[in-house]
């Protein structure tokens, strides 16, 4: 199993900023790819950014693309989010998510595909 707990979320006036954290433990964590989504109220989970704990292939959404920024501290096995110039309609529950398309590594440790955390509450007021 791999746990993700997520962390940072709050309540910031449009304009400002907040740091989303994701601490991943658990068996082969590593080996998978990192993501952040989020939903908001009435509407389907959707993409934010992605990224590999090598730090490469960072991936945004055009909505949040020059504004957020995706990374790992594999000191730590948590990967962050910043986010900037924050709008009312960035307010959602942010999750993170841990993926991979890597069967052998599946079947082998018999863990999961994905994994998702609990979430954390972004509010955005303007």
């Known amino acids: 199993q791999v746990h993700l707990v997520e962390s940072g979320g709050g309540v910031v006036q449009a304009g400002g900023s907040l740091r989303l954290s994701c601490a991943a433990s658990?068996?082969?964590?590593?080996?998978?790819?990192m993501a952040w989504y989020r939903q908001a109220p009435g509407k389907e989970r959707e993409f934010v950014a992605s990224?590999?704990?090598?730090?490469?292939?960072?991936y945004y959404a055009n909505s949040v693309k020059g504004r957020f920024t995706i990374s790992v501290d594999n000191s730590k096995s948590t990967v962050y989010l910043q986010m900037n110039i924050l709008k009312p309609e960035d307010t959602a529950i942010y999750y993170c998510?841990?993926?991979?398309?890597?069967?052998?590594?599946?079947?082998?440790?018999?863990?999961?595909?994905?994994?998702w955390g609990q979430g954390t509450q972004v509010t955005v007021f303007s």
């Open positions: 990224i590999m704990w090598s730090g490469e292939s960072a």
């Open positions: 658990g068996r082969g964590f590593s080996t998978y790819d």
């Open positions: 998510n841990a993926n991979t398309d890597y069967a052998e590594f599946v079947q082998r440790l018999g863990v999961e595909y994905e994994y």
